[in-house]
């Protein structure tokens, strides 16, 4: 549509000095009057026909559109399994956006195990599909929030190895932009760093140590508030991220350790006292990687330990060998009894009538027993001829 002569030679002034409705303000006039009442209680003015109002551009912003909708087709991906979703990509992934596009990963890579994603992998269109998350990694667009290509990155992760290419190279502009964000949140943050440390055999993570020291220092600020935002999973994970980046390289002659900072201990601590005190509602398989981290991180922490045992104890049947095996291994480090709560001695019992086979009333005297005796055949014993 053409502007007019006197729209393209209007001046300009500025958007916050008038009233300026939105587009579908424009076609409903309740809408209309609604903002144009609250512009004058604002002070703004009408302005004069012909006027363009100035709109600033909207800076980028890391955190998703509040409120935003949902498209058809990213609902039907959302709610269908890991094969239905393969499927919905065959059909319409060349459609797709960017958003469902990683939506569309990110349920193949939740709802499958790691046999079934290979499978799905072998696929033309699912392998196309992890090609276009990764072209997005390597050069992330402006504008897309860091939490959804942290999202994107995770997806990629769970996948076989040579999806992600170089990891390096497909997780570093990620990396880049979490340390350059001030405002990131503390999931979207231990997604990310978790991602390095699962990939290159944890020889990524090695490379951005500063960035660990970073986030950490952040998380622990005002003692430990922001501790709380991490949910259940991530809090362990960002356990596990510290213990894989803390890692000394030795020298020759010298043993693998792991050097926690002063800001890691405290984290550890921060994490155990509200692992401690939400024990009942964190899922079984997390519970067991909280021992091993420990473990491998060199932190005894008793109290800990004693808290999650009979967790631990609870869901065994849910844990499979090798998760089993890294629990006994932790606390026989550090020499905790891994077994259930002993049920003590029982001081009294309590003996109903009838529990058992014999009467429960005592027997009735008769009197004293009297026997038969025995009668003789003969008066005298016999005595036999001698021939």
Same mark, same amino acid.
């Given at each position: 549509?053409?502007?007019?002569?006197?729209?393209?030679?209007?001046?300009?002034?500025?958007?916050? +000095?008038?009233?300026? %409705? /939105?587009?579908?303000?424009?076609?409903?006039?309740?809408?209309?009057?609604?903002?144009?009442?609250?512009?004058?209680?604002?002070?703004? /003015?009408l302005a004069p026909p012909g006027t363009v109002a100035i709109t600033p551009p909207a800076?980028?912003?890391?955190?998703?559109?509040?409120?935003?909708?949902? $498209?058809?087709?990213?609902?039907?991906?959302?709610?269908?399994?890991?094969?239905?979703?393969?499927?919905?990509?065959?059909?319409?992934?060349?459609?797709?956006?960017?958003?469902?596009?990683?939506?569309?990963?990110?349920?193949?890579?939740?709802?499958? $195990?790691?046999?079934?994603?290979?499978?799905?992998?072998?696929?033309?269109?699912?392998?196309?599909?992890?090609?276009?998350?990764?072209?997005?990694?390597?050069?992330?667009?402006? +504008?897309?929030?860091?939490?959804?290509?942290?999202?994107?990155?995770?997806?990629?992760?769970?996948?076989?190895?040579?999806?992600? +290419?170089?990891?390096?190279?497909?997780?570093?502009?990620?990396?880049?932009?979490?340390?350059?964000?001030?405002?990131?949140?503390? &999931?979207?943050?231990?997604?990310?760093?978790?991602?390095?440390?699962?990939?290159? &055999?944890?020889?990524?993570?090695?490379?951005?140590?500063?960035?660990?020291?970073?986030?950490?220092?952040?998380?622990?600020?005002?003692?430990?508030?922001?501790?709380?935002?991490?949910?259940?999973?991530?809090?362990?994970?960002?356990?596990?991220?510290?213990?894989?980046?803390?890692?000394?390289?030795?020298?020759?002659?010298?043993?693998?350790?792991?050097?926690?900072?002063? &800001?890691?201990?405290?984290?550890? /601590?921060?994490?155990?006292?509200?692992?401690?005190?939400?024990?009942?509602?964190?899922?079984?398989?997390?519970?067991?990687?909280?021992?091993?981290?420990?473990?491998?991180?060199?932190?005894?922490?008793?109290?800990?330990?004693?808290?999650?045992?009979?967790?631990?104890?609870?869901?065994?049947?849910?844990?499979?060998?090798?998760?089993?095996?890294?629990?006994?291994?932790?606390?026989?480090?550090?020499?905790?009894?891994?077994?259930?709560?002993?049920?003590?001695?029982?001081?009294?019992?309590?003996?109903?009538? +009838?529990?058992?086979?014999?009467? $429960?009333?005592?027997?009735?005297?008769?009197? %004293?027993?009297?026997?038969?005796?025995?009668?003789?055949?003969?008066?005298?014993?016999?005595?036999? /001829?001698?021939?």
């Open positions: 549509m053409k502007r007019t002569a006197a729209e393209a030679f209007a001046p300009a002034v500025p958007a916050n +000095g008038v009233f300026q %409705p /939105s587009t579908s303000a424009i076609l409903d006039p309740k809408a209309y009057f609604a903002q144009f009442q609250q512009a004058a209680m604002q002070g703004k /003015s800076a980028a912003s890391t955190a998703p559109v509040p409120g935003a909708e949902k $498209s058809e087709v990213q609902l039907q991906v959302e709610a269908a399994s890991a094969v239905k979703c393969s499927n919905i990509v065959k059909e319409k992934g060349a459609n797709f956006t960017t958003v469902v596009a990683i939506e569309a990963l990110s349920t193949m890579a939740t709802k499958s $195990s790691y046999k079934l994603r290979e499978e799905l992998l072998r696929q033309p269109h699912v392998k196309q599909l992890c090609e276009r998350v990764k072209n997005l990694l390597l050069q992330p667009p402006r +504008g897309l929030p860091l939490e959804t290509l942290a999202k994107a990155a995770w997806c990629l992760v769970r996948f076989p190895d040579e999806v992600l +290419g170089t990891p390096a190279a497909t997780l570093g502009p990620i990396a880049r932009l979490l340390g350059s964000d001030a405002s990131w949140h503390a &999931n979207t943050a231990s997604q990310i760093l978790w991602c390095l440390a699962k990939v290159d &055999n944890s020889k990524l993570i090695l490379q951005h140590k500063q960035l660990v020291t970073q986030v950490v220092k952040e998380l622990v600020r005002d003692a430990g508030r922001r501790v709380a935002e991490l949910s259940q999973e991530e809090l362990v994970n960002m356990l596990s991220t510290i213990a894989k980046a803390r890692v000394h390289i030795p020298i020759k002659g010298e043993n693998q350790t792991v050097r926690c900072e002063a &800001n890691d201990e405290l984290y550890f /601590s921060y994490a155990s006292k509200r692992i401690i005190a939400e024990i009942d509602t964190i899922d079984g398989r997390v519970v067991a990687d909280v021992a091993h981290v420990h473990a491998e991180a060199g932190i005894r922490d008793e109290k800990l330990f004693k808290a999650i045992c009979p967790r631990i104890m609870a869901k065994q049947k849910e844990l499979d060998e090798k998760t089993m095996g890294r629990c006994i291994k932790a606390y026989a480090r550090f020499m905790i009894p891994l077994r259930e709560e002993a049920q003590g001695f029982r001081t009294m019992a309590v003996v109903a009538k +009838g529990d058992f086979i014999r009467p $429960s009333d005592k027997p009735k005297k008769i009197g %004293p027993k009297t026997y038969d005796k025995p009668v003789a055949l003969y008066d005298k014993t016999q005595l036999h /001829s001698r021939a």
